[in-house]
C-alpha cells in the first residue's frame, strides 16, 4: 500500500490551519484531497514546494480540496523526488487531479525521477 511519509494525520484546508501547522517556511512536500466516510484521507493532488510550503499549498485554497498533509524537506532536490515518489504511487494523472508529471526546478536539468528516470 503506498504511502504518503507525511505523518498519519491530516489538517482541514484553510490558510489558518495552514499557518497553524506549517510553520518553518522552507522546501517541503504536501498532499491535498477529503476524508472518506470512514474518516481515511483520500489523495487527490500532490505538490512540493523548493522554498516555501507553507506560501506554494495556498495557491490550492480555492480548489474544493478540504483537507490536507505536509512534510518539510531538506532539500529542493529531496521535495522533487518525494513528488515524483507521491505522484506515481497514488496514480499519476489518471487517478490524481495533477494534469502532468512533476516539473524539474529551474536550475536543475539533471536530476531525473526517481521512478521513471
Known sequence: MPTLNMGKKSYPFTSDEVDRQ??????????????????????????????????RIKDH??????????SYASSPKAAFEKECQNYHDFGENKKLD????????????????PVCG
Not at 98 to 113: E, F, I, Q, T
Request: aromatic residues 14%; glycine residues 8%.
Open 98 to 113: 495533477n494534469a502532468v508529471h512533476p516539473d524539474l526546478p529551474d536550475k536543475s536539468k539533471k536530476w531525473k525521477c
Open 61 to 70: 485554497l480555492d480548489k474544493g480540496y478540504t483537507r490536507f498533509k505536509f
Open 22 to 55: 506549517i510553520t518553518i517556511h522552507q522546501a517541503g512536500n504536501y498532499a491535498l484531497g477529503h476524508l472518506d466516510k470512514r474518516g481515511v484521507f483520500y489523495v487527490r493532488y500532490v505538490g512540493r514546494s523548493d522554498t516555501d510550503v507553507n506560501d
